[in-house]
């Protein structure tokens, strides 16, 4: 028969996985033992490792996503646990292994399209998470709307208005997301959430950088375009970091971003103005 926890060895065990003994002293028993084996559980950073599923496929070496290996290495011990990925591939990082573990599983809850793109969504985390570890900054792309004719969600949509409000100017969309297959020089970047052009006509060339550093200030990864570039006319083009619909050429894009490229097909040097890189939820805390 298991013997019940007595209140000095429970004192004992709180202290030694560093959770303050007070917090249960006014229980004991069983019930203090269920809620203590909840409160023990790791918390998987959602930002931080929906982050580093965009920057880790996309580098040269197994550098880590600050931040996030605790909470990548929880997902990847849930994943393998699930026979979806090798051991060898639990480490911390959440490169293209993991990204189709992680779309496989997303697999055999029945989700499919953008549901099932390797990132992480509040859902899926969640589930893949029972009885392991509990979510936290938990994120999402929002409910679907509309902007000068085009879909975005709701995520998006914030973002360029707080872009708009720090410029002091409108910003008119040329192409919006969710439109999958509608324009081929947008390479799929445009097929998930997240991703949009604006116009830039009427702006100066001063105006069009203000507008890609207000743009990334908010969390976009954003570039101003030219036709020497590609077919196309000048615009900006922005893919919003961390929105959990991205395509996976936008994930590839964010994570290009992340390394100081320009998100095109060359991966050549960034061409836009150098600030430091944050998400929109990180922005929104430093307000």
Same mark, same amino acid.
């Given at each position: 028969?298991?013997?019940p ?22 229980t ?30 996309r580098r ?9 290996k ?9 994943l ?5 990925l090798n ?5 911390g ?13 997303q ?7 953008l ?20 979510v ?5 792309p ?33 192409? %919006?997301s !969710?439109?999958? *297959? ?8 445009? @097929?998930? =959430?997240?991703v949009?052009d /604006? ?10 950088t203000?507008a ?20 196309w006319?000048w615009?900006i ?12 050429q936008?994930q590839?894009?964010? %994570?290009? !971003?992340?390394? *100081?490229m ?7 040097? @960034?061409? =836009?103005p150098r600030?430091? /890189? ?10």
């Amino acid at each position: 028969m298991r013997r019940p926890w007595s209140a000095v060895g429970f004192a004992a065990l709180c202290v030694a996985l560093g959770v303050p003994a007070h917090a249960w002293a006014s229980t004991s028993g069983p019930p203090a033992e269920r809620a203590f084996t909840t409160a023990a559980r790791p918390v998987v950073d959602m930002e931080a490792t929906v982050l580093a599923a965009q920057i880790d496929p996309r580098r040269a070496d197994h550098t880590l996503t600050p931040g996030a290996k605790s909470s990548v290495l929880a997902v990847e011990q849930a994943l393998q646990d699930r026979n979806l990925l090798n051991a060898q591939w639990v480490d911390g990082y959440f490169g293209t292994e993991t990204i189709s573990a992680y779309a496989a599983y997303q697999r055999s809850l029945g989700y499919t399209g953008l549901a099932a793109n390797g990132l992480p969504g509040t859902t899926s985390l969640t589930k893949l998470g029972q009885n392991r570890y509990t979510v936290g900054n938990t994120i999402g792309p929002g409910a679907k709307v509309q902007r000068d004719g085009y879909v975005v969600d709701a995520r998006t949509q914030a973002m360029l208005a707080e872009a708009q409000r720090l410029i002091g100017t409108t910003l008119v969309l040329e192409q %919006g997301s !969710y439109n999958p *297959g509608g324009d081929p020089t947008s390479a799929g970047t445009h @097929d998930g =959430g997240g991703v949009v052009d /604006i116009s830039v006509a009427g702006m100066t060339s001063a105006k069009r950088t203000a507008a890609v550093r207000a743009l990334r200030q908010v969390g976009f990864a954003a570039w101003l375009r030219d036709p020497s570039q590609g077919d196309w006319p000048w615009h900006i083009h922005a893919a919003a970091i961390n929105d959990t619909d991205l395509s996976s050429q936008a994930q590839h894009q964010v %994570g290009d !971003y992340y390394l *100081g490229m320009n998100g095109l097909a060359d991966r050549g040097p @960034d061409d =836009g103005p150098r600030i430091p /890189i944050k998400t929109w939820e990180q922005y929104q805390r430093g307000q």
